[in-house]
């Protein structure tokens, strides 16, 4: 057993002082509200559960600070990016993934949703092993101590009623059957879970849409991150994105709506009345100026929220929450549209990617804690209940994923994670 005593600490009930968790195992066996044990290990400053990244294109780490050149819109950086997509193969996405979910533990984050369409050879053909790209993220988050649920993505046009083109072959099983029949072929593990994804309305025909949406497990897809997206759904089947997920039977609590951003109140409703899930990400979607979405008013109407660092231009479930409240006070004038406990609750729904049983200091869940110093220059003199808005990655000290030390001190157990990144992206 070990036994970590913590000042702080985020309990389901809210922020506790003084709080001693014993672990056994990789699993919480109890914690309680007592002076510091002897024995015990102190983990600074104030510890929340474990972060939960519900939503992440690993290959897309290569493109931070290499985008911004003469503007652009988000349809010159899918350019970019559908050039990185043709460079990769098994072994450069191991390389690039261990090292982008390296620093995600650096952040704290413990568990990753892997939004997985790079299934192929630049050609369209099929590996050897099928699945080698899913296998290589699979072992590249193992080695970076943090868990995955591999959203296996459906991706089969390029548009509606367009095929698929250029790098997209590679993305594409050519049918829904033959989709499903290789994801079929996936096995969880320790610390590997695996689930599906719509790609959005534009990468997915309306017929396939149930298949995929059948899935047993976590089921994400994008929806509505562009006004051209509803647009065009809107002209192919006089129907907006969300009404089509409906029609085919997809909203509910196993699905989440990634981005969710151009919504109409009727979409709103369909989206909280049915409980499917929303997962925003802010610093992506102000990066790509996609637009603020109506987060509050998806809580309000019944959606569970959950964050996504997305393309990674920002690695950091801290700044996803403080983003998500300033798009919300920018938007409506009005400060505190979440309070502290709910931006708490977003970072850590690990729910979301078909891990409910995390998430949470509680005896039964995985021992992931995350210590974030309260003595830094940017939380130093911050309330412990308010520091999750002062605070950074940067601050970050102890990262503790299923009883194992990840991160101790603000290092990784794997050495110099910059290092890896600078070798990985070349």
């Given at each position: ?270 989206l909280g009345g049915s409980r499917t899930g929303a997962c925003l990400c802010p610093t992506t979607e102000a990066d790509l100026a996609d637009g603020i979405g109506p987060a509050r008013e998806l809580a309000d109407a019944g959606s569970p929220l959950s964050l996504g660092s997305d393309q990674h231009a920002v690695v950091d479930m801290l700044l996803e929450a403080r983003a998500l409240e300033h798009g919300e006070r920018l938007r409506t004038g009005q ?92």
């Open positions: 057993m070990t036994a970590y005593w913590c000042a702080s600490a985020w309990l389901p009930a809210g922020l506790a002082s003084g709080v001693l968790v014993e672990v056994v195992g990789g699993t919480i066996q109890s914690v309680s509200t007592v002076d510091r044990p002897a024995g015990a290990v102190t983990l600074p400053g104030v510890v929340f559960p474990g972060f939960a990244n519900a939503h992440s294109h690993a290959f897309h780490r290569a493109l931070r600070g290499r985008t911004h050149g003469d503007g652009g819109t988000f349809w010159t950086w899918r350019t970019r990016m559908y050039e990185l997509a043709g460079r990769l193969d098994p072994d450069s996405y191991f390389r690039l993934a261990r090292a982008a979910y390296a620093e995600m533990a650096l952040a704290g984050i413990t568990c990753v949703g892997e939004f997985h369409y790079l299934h192929h050879t630049p050609g369209g053909k099929r590996y050897a092993d099928p699945n080698a790209m899913g296998h290589a993220l699979a072992e590249a988050a193992r080695e970076a101590g943090i868990r995955l649920t591999l959203l296996d993505t459906c991706y089969l046009a390029g548009g509606i009623g367009e095929p698929v083109s250029g790098e997209q072959v590679r993305f594409s099983d050519g049918d829904v059957l033959s989709w499903a029949a290789r994801v079929a072929d996936l096995r969880p593990g320790p610390g590997f879970r695996v689930g599906a994804a719509i790609h959005s309305v534009r990468a997915v025909p309306r017929e396939a849409l149930p298949v995929v949406a059948g899935f047993d497990g976590p089921v994400h897809a994008h929806l509505s991150e562009q006004p051209a997206e509803n647009e065009a759904c809107l002209a192919a089947y006089g129907r907006t994105p969300t009404q089509l997920l409906a029609d085919a039977g997809a909203l509910g609590e196993r699905l989440t709506a990634v981005h969710a951003t151009h919504l109409t109140p009727e979409d709103i409703a369909l400060r505190g549209r979440f309070t502290p406990a709910e931006l708490v609750a977003t970072m850590t729904a690990h729910a979301a990617i078909g891990w409910p049983e995390a998430g949470r200091i509680e005896p039964g869940a995985p021992a992931d804690l995350v210590a974030v110093r309260l003595d830094s220059p940017r939380t130093a003199g911050s309330l412990p209940e308010q520091a999750l808005l002062t605070a950074t990655a940067s601050d970050v000290d102890t990262v503790v994923v299923g009883g194992r030390v990840v991160v101790s001190g603000g290092a990784h157990v794997l050495g110099d994670v910059g290092a890896l990144l600078a070798a990985a992206v070349g």
